[in-house]
């Protein structure tokens, strides 16, 4: 399983950026799929999951209300797009993918042990 995620950059506070991540390697619309982040000196934290259907999705409460997950199956792509964008989201994002196909629980969704694949992360830098 082969993971590419795209999209970072540098925007300033308020503003917005849409993440991508395109998969390769088996069939993408039989998995859950979930984006996290690093920022430096922190342990990596979960950001947003999406069910293998899309339509069941979680959120880490600081970006609830401002972050959006959403797939398109037949592009083999997740996204995640990031709205009033704070100084603290400044992170490296990473795109995420679990081993098991089909339905799987919250605990598993929102962590990151329940992942077996992960992209090479984009940076987003928010500036004040």
């Known amino acids: 399983v082969q993971l590419q995620a795209s999209g970072g950059g540098l925007v300033q506070a308020g503003g917005s950026l849409r993440l991508s991540c395109a998969a390769s390697?088996?069939?993408?619309?039989?998995?859950?799929m979930g984006w996290f982040r690093q920022a430096p000196g922190k342990e990596r934290e979960f950001v947003a999951s999406?069910?293998?259907?899309?339509?069941?999705?979680y959120y880490a409460d600081s970006v609830k209300g401002r972050f959006t997950i959403s797939r398109d199956n037949a592009k083999n792509t997740v996204y995640l797009q990031m709205n009033s964008l704070k100084p603290e989201d400044t992170a490296a994002f990473y795109c995420?993918?679990?081993?098991?196909?089909?339905?799987?629980?919250?605990?598993?969704?929102?962590?990151?042990?329940?992942?077996?694949?992960w992209g090479q992360g984009t940076q987003v830098t928010v500036s004040s």
């Open positions: 390697g088996r069939t993408f619309s039989s998995y859950a």
């Open positions: 999406i069910n293998w259907r899309g339509s069941n999705t």
């Open positions: 995420a993918a679990p081993s098991r196909e089909g339905s799987l629980g919250q605990a598993t969704m929102t962590s990151a042990w329940g992942y077996e694949y």
